[in-house]
Nanobody, 125 residues
Framework: QVQLVESGGGLVQAGGSLRLSCAAS????????MGWFRQAPGKEREFVAAISWRGDNTHYADSVQGRFTISRGNAKNTVYLQMNSLKATDTAVYYCAANLNLFSFVSDPPRVDYWGQGTQVTVSS
């Protein structure tokens, strides 16, 4: 059982930046591809970004491409989401996710083995 704990959410003005972190409880973290999803009020949860277990392959939603960067520090069992040029439309609860297969995050529907509890990101316009 992998437990995921997100941190780093908060309130920021449009155009600003935030970095989210997700800490995993298990050393087997290095076996998992990691991803970020988000859910805005009244909307379905959507894929944001994902990274392979080695960190050499990444995928992004079109809406965040060029503004967000996903990375991981396997020595710290942590995955990060650097969010720049934030927009009001980025306001959502952001969830960390783990799956053994990177491409499961972008399948329809997405397949996720483990979810974090979520962290709120609010972007004021």
């Amino acid at each position: 059982q992998v437990q995921l704990v997100e941190s780093g959410g908060g309130l920021v003005q449009a155009g600003g930046s935030l970095r989210l972190s997700c800490a995993a409880s298990e050393r087997t973290f290095t076996m998992y591809a990691m991803g970020w999803f988000r859910q805005a009020p009244g909307k379905e949860r959507e894929f944001v970004a994902a990274i392979s277990w080695r960190g050499d392959n990444t995928h992004y939603a079109d809406s965040v491409q060029g503004r967000f960067t996903i990375s991981r520090g396997n020595a710290k069992n942590t995955v990060y989401l650097q969010m720049n040029s934030l927009k009001a439309t980025d306001t959502a609860v952001y969830y960390c996710a783990a799956n053994l297969n990177l491409f499961s995050f972008v399948s329809d529907p997405p397949r996720v083995d483990y979810w974090g509890q979520g962290t709120q990101v609010t972007v004021s316009s």
